[in-house]
Structure formats: structure tokens, C-alpha cells
């Protein structure tokens, strides 16, 4: 019961306080997909990944051909050959498996990549949102498409517009 009280206390005082902040959000996927600058460097880093999903694609295949010619040959191979044959389609498996988690794992090279091609473009949206809560005089700036669920939010209160003109994106391609 005390617990409930605390709570109901902490409501009250919190309360008039709280009717005082100037909150808005704003739609980063929205204000990333209209910039130019954005879809360049997103293209840039799918290329690298497309480059490493084809040398991936190959290695498999070589695998899987490999594979193909010791299940076609296993009974004329030597147990010393047929011991070679083993070792190389595992060999070539665990390089396979290493070149996925040096480009793809979650700290490989693609995850570099994407960090350091889409940092500075981060940075000036947040500046942006910075100066525009700054001029409005904002206590909070959320961002609808991220971690935070918005049940209900006031289109008045969205500055994603504001962002944009900061950012000097041409009005004309937020109609896509």
C-alpha cells in the first residue's frame, strides 16, 4: 500500500511540472530517406555488401562442387586421398565461415563500414534537431521511429518539417 501512496505522491508533485515542458518527435526514417546524401551512402555501403554476399556465394559453391566430386569419386579415392579431400572441404568451410563473421558479424566490416559512412550524416540531423529545439524552446525532441512507442502524437507537435528546412532538403521531394 505505501508503494502505491509514494507513487501517487510522486504523480501530484510531478505533475505540474511536467504540464510545463514542450515536447515534440520527429520522423528520422522519414527525414533519412529524403536525404540525398543518405541514400548515396546507404548505396555505397550495399554495394560493399553485395560484393562480399557474391564472394560468399562463391565460396559456397566451390564448396558444394567439392563436395560433389568426393560423393562422385569416394570410392576411388585412397584413404589418404579421401583424407586430403576432407580436410580441404573443411578447411575451405571454416574460411567460409570466417570471411562471413570478418564482413558480416556484428563487429565486422560491414557494421564499420555503415558506422562510418552514416556518422556524419547522424550528426547533422542532430544538430539540426539541436537548433530547431533550441528556436521552439523544446524540453524533449523523441524520435517516433525509434525504441520509444508513441500511442498518440499530436501532428502539431511534429517537427520533422523543421528538420528538414534546417537541413535545407527541397520541399519538393517530401511529396515522395
Do not use: C
Amino acid at each position: 500500500m505505501r508503494p502505491i501512496l509514494g507513487l501517487i505522491a510522486l504523480l501530484v508533485v510531478a505533475a505540474p511540472s511536467a504540464a510545463q515542458q514542450k515536447l515534440a518527435f520527429i520522423d528520422s526514417e522519414e527525414i533519412l530517406r529524403l536525404l540525398p546524401e543518405y541514400q548515396t551512402a546507404r548505396d555505397q555501403v550495399n554495394r560493399l555488401a553485395g560484393q562480399w554476399q557474391a564472394e560468399l556465394d562463391a565460396m559456397a559453391q566451390e564448396i558444394a562442387d567439392l563436395e560433389r566430386e568426393f560423393e562422385a569419386r569416394d570410392l576411388l579415392y585412397t584413404p589418404e586421398d579421401r583424407e586430403r579431400k576432407l580436410t580441404e572441404i573443411s578447411t575451405r568451410r571454416t574460411e567460409m565461415g570466417q570471411f562471413r563473421r570478418r564482413h558480416f558479424g556484428p563487429e565486422g566490416e560491414l557494421f564499420r563500414q555503415e558506422q562510418t559512412a552514416m556518422r556524419p550524416i547522424q550528426e547533422r540531423v542532430l544538430d539540426a534537431v539541436e537548433v530547431i529545439a533550441e528556436e521552439g524552446d523544446y524540453d524533449f525532441v523523441f524520435d517516433r521511429t525509434g525504441d520509444l512507442i508513441f500511442l498518440y502524437a499530436k501532428d502539431a507537435h511534429n517537427i520533422t518539417d523543421l528538420v528538414l528546412d534546417e537541413l535545407d532538403v527541397d520541399p519538393a521531394r517530401r511529396g515522395l
